[in-house]
């Protein structure tokens, strides 16, 4: 399979291309990790693999609709699952 095969496959599969799969999976994670040690985002965007906490709040911010902080309240406020909805954005 070519790579470019690979690709159109995996967004036919996913509505993603395997680059925003990747990123979708880590800030799912990140979020994840947020709402279980709230208050540590920089620690929670390092563990995910980020090195800047700017590029990591951006792009939180991006797929989520706001930063981590407000994001995570929010979580806790309504008692939403940290993971719902993961692939279902593009």
């Not at 470019?4 to 395997?18: D, E, I």
């Not at 939403?80 to 993961?86: D, R, T, V």
């Amino acid at each position: 399979m070519s790579l470019s095969a690979f690709h159109r496959g995996f967004r036919a599969c996913t509505g993603l291309s395997p680059l925003q799969y990747q990123k979708h999976l880590r800030l799912y994670e990140a979020r994840k990790g947020l709402a279980l040690r709230p208050g540590n985002v920089a620690a929670v965007a390092a563990e995910v693999g980020y090195e800047s906490l700017t590029q990591f709040t951006r792009e939180y911010a991006r797929l989520f609709g706001e930063p981590p902080a407000r994001s995570i309240r929010k979580l806790r406020l309504t008692g939403a699952e940290p993971l719902q909805g993961i692939g279902s954005q593009g």
